[in-house]
C-alpha cells in the first residue's frame, strides 16, 4: 500500500529564511507521481508541481525548489527567502497509475503547516 | 483559465438529512474525484469516476454516499443521511488523460464546507 509521511507537523520561521519540508513515501511500484500543493488559510487546494518516478532531476521554479531521491524515497520541497504569504499547509501526495483507468487516487501526507513571521 | 468549481461553498444541516455537494469539472477532463478534509487533518480520497462509472473507493465511502454525473458537465456527491462525523471540507477535482499514460495534474476546485448538527 502506498504512504505519504511528511514528519514536519508545523515550522515556524521568520521571513526571507529558507526552509525546507520533508517528505518520505513508501510505494510497491516503480512507477508512480509525486505532488505537492498548497493549502492557503482560504482553504482551497493549489498545484505546485508534479514528478514522475521517473525523472530524478531536481526542479526550480522562482523560489521553490524540489529534491527528489529515489534512494531515499524522499522529494523535498524548499522554499527560498520565505514571504508571509508562503504560511499556508504544504501537502505532499503519491499516485500510482492502474491499468485500468489510467490512475490511482491520491495519498496526502498529513501535512506541514508552515508560518513565515514578519 | 478553466476552473473546478464547487457548489455550495458552505452547507450547515441536521444529522440525517441528505446534502448534495455540486461540482462543475472542467470541460475537457475524464477523471473525477472527491476528497474530504476533516478539520486539521489530512485530505483523503473518497471516490473516482470516470467513464460514467466509479473506478476506484475508499473505505469512507459507504453505502451513505453516491456519486453522479447526471449531465455532461455536473459532477454531484450526495450523503444520503448526515452525520456528526460527515463535517468536513469535501473537495471535487478533475483531470485529463488517457489510460495508463496519464500524468496529468489533478485541478482541486475550492472546496464545499459541510457542517452537521
Known amino acids: 500500500a502506498q504512504k505519504v509521511t511528511q514528519a514536519q507537523t508545523e515550522i515556524s520561521v521568520v521571513e526571507k529564511e529558507d526552509v525546507t519540508l520533508d517528505c518520505v513515501y513508501e510505494?510497491?511500484?516503480?512507477?508512480?507521481?509525486l505532488f505537492w500543493y498548497k493549502q492557503p488559510p482560504s482553504g482551497e487546494l493549489v498545484f505546485l508541481i508534479r514528478?514522475?518516478?521517473?525523472?530524478?532531476q531536481n526542479e526550480i521554479s522562482g523560489r521553490y525548489s524540489w529534491n527528489f531521491q529515489k534512494s531515499t524515497s524522499s522529494f523535498n520541497f524548499t522554499i527560498t527567502a520565505s514571504q508571509v504569504v508562503d504560511s499556508a499547509v504544504y501537502f505532499c501526495a503519491l499516485s500510482e497509475p492502474a491499468m485500468d483507468t489510467g490512475r490511482r487516487a491520491l495519498t496526502f501526507g498529513s501535512g506541514t503547516r508552515l508560518q513565515v513571521q514578519p | 483559465e478553466p476552473e473546478v468549481t464547487q457548489t455550495p461553498s458552505h452547507q450547515v444541516t441536521q444529522m440525517g438529512q441528505e446534502v448534495i455537494l455540486r461540482c462543475v469539472p472542467i470541460?475537457?477532463?475524464?477523471?473525477f474525484y472527491w476528497y474530504r478534509q476533516i478539520l486539521g487533518q489530512k485530505v483523503e480520497f473518497l471516490v473516482s469516476f470516470y467513464n460514467n462509472e466509479i473506478s476506484e473507493k475508499s473505505e469512507i465511502f459507504d453505502d451513505q454516499f453516491s456519486v453522479e454525473r447526471p449531465d455532461g458537465s455536473n459532477f454531484t456527491l450526495k450523503i444520503r443521511s448526515t452525520k456528526l462525523e460527515d463535517s468536513a471540507m469535501y473537495f471535487c477535482?478533475?483531470?485529463?488523460?488517457?489510460?495508463?499514460?496519464?500524468?496529468?495534474?489533478?485541478?482541486f476546485g475550492e472546496g464545499s464546507r459541510l457542517t452537521v448538527l
Open positions: 510505494t510497491r511500484d516503480t512507477t508512480y507521481y
Open positions: 470541460s475537457n477532463h475524464l477523471y
Open positions: 514528478r514522475n518516478s521517473f525523472d530524478e
Open positions: 477535482a478533475s483531470s485529463e488523460g488517457v489510460m495508463v499514460t496519464l500524468t496529468g495534474e489533478l485541478f
